[in-house]
């Protein structure tokens, strides 16, 4: 098996809150990193002038496009509680109630998620 194999398996086998919020934290700080990518390519068009501003931003607009706005919403939302998660863990001494302030943050996200469903479709 290769590492990623391992790493994979290692975290299938051991699943609990701690290690899936630290991987959902990784995957979407990558993704993150990722979309940022995209986000300038895209805007770059603000060299082509207004219409080809438009056109470049347009491809987004359907359902696909939609849905990938509703993804990186969640990614983001879901990436700054947890880290703000993290942070008051750390530097307030909190971690006792590490567990309890994820499922707040989670709480957070889902009523947020319902927000955005309403905001973007
Ligand atoms: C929205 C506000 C944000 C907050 C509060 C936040 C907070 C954090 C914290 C506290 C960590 C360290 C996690 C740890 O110690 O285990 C972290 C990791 C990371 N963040 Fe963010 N972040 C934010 C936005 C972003 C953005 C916009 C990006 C990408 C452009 C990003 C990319 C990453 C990456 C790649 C990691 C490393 C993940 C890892 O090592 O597991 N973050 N973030």
Redo the contacts with the bound molecule.
């Keep these: 098996m290769g590492i990623f194999g391992r790493i994979i398996n290692d975290i299938l086998w051991n699943l609990n809150t701690s290690i899936s919020s ?1 991987t959902l ?2 995957i ?3 993704a ?2 990722l ?2 990518f995209l986000h300038v390519w895209t805007l770059s068009a603000v060299f082509q002038g207004v219409e080809g501003f438009e056109k470049a931003v347009s491809k987004f607009n359907n359902p696909l496009g939609h849905a990938m706005e509703y993804t990186l919403f969640l990614a ?1 939302t879901f ?6 998660r ?2 008051l863990v ?1 530097f307030l001494a909190l971690a006792p109630q590490q567990e309890r302030l994820l499922w707040a943050g989670l709480v957070v996200l889902s009523i947020m998620g319902i927000y955005g469903v309403i905001l973007i479709f």
Aim: overall charge neutral; hydrophobic content about 55%.
């Design positions: 630290f934290h990784r979407t700080g990558i993150l990193v979309f940022l983001v990436h700054l509680l947890n880290g703000l993290i942070t750390e």
